[in-house]
């Protein structure tokens, strides 16, 4: 079993920055990917980024440009680093483990989620 705890949700104006943490633990892969997903009020969840173990990434459309992941395999830790925030962001954000990286796969354990409100 992995478990994620999520960290550094808020209230932030648009226009402004908020970076995500998330720490795994337990039994984790040496080739396992992490990433973010996101749920806006009303809608389904989407995906957001995702760092996979040689250190590639990819973005969702709507945050490329402002939204950066990086990982620290040595903390087993993912950030999440969110610029120039827009209303639209407003969603709770959930940290997401897979044991290996494919496209499409859905992930194998998730956090609890934060919420990130922005203001306009």
């Known amino acids: 079993q992995v478990q994620l705890v999520e960290s550094g949700g808020g209230l932030v104006q648009a226009g402004g920055s908020l970076r995500l943490s998330c720490v795994a633990s337990?039994?984790?892969?040496?080739?396992?990917?992490m990433g973010w997903f996101r749920q806006p009020p009303g809608k389904e969840r989407e995906f957001v980024a995702v760092?996979?173990?040689?250190?590639?990434?990819s973005y969702a459309d709507s945050v490329k440009g402002r939204f950066f992941i990086s990982r620290n395999n040595a903390k087993n830790t993912v950030y999440l680093q969110m610029n120039s925030l827009k209303p639209e962001d407003t969603a709770v954000y959930y940290c997401a483990y897979s044991l290996y990286y494919e496209p499409g796969r859905a992930p194998d354990y998730w956090g609890q989620g934060t919420q990130v409100t922005v203001s306009s």
């Open positions: 337990g039994r984790t892969f040496s080739s396992y990917a």
């Open positions: 760092v996979r173990w040689t250190g590639g990434s």
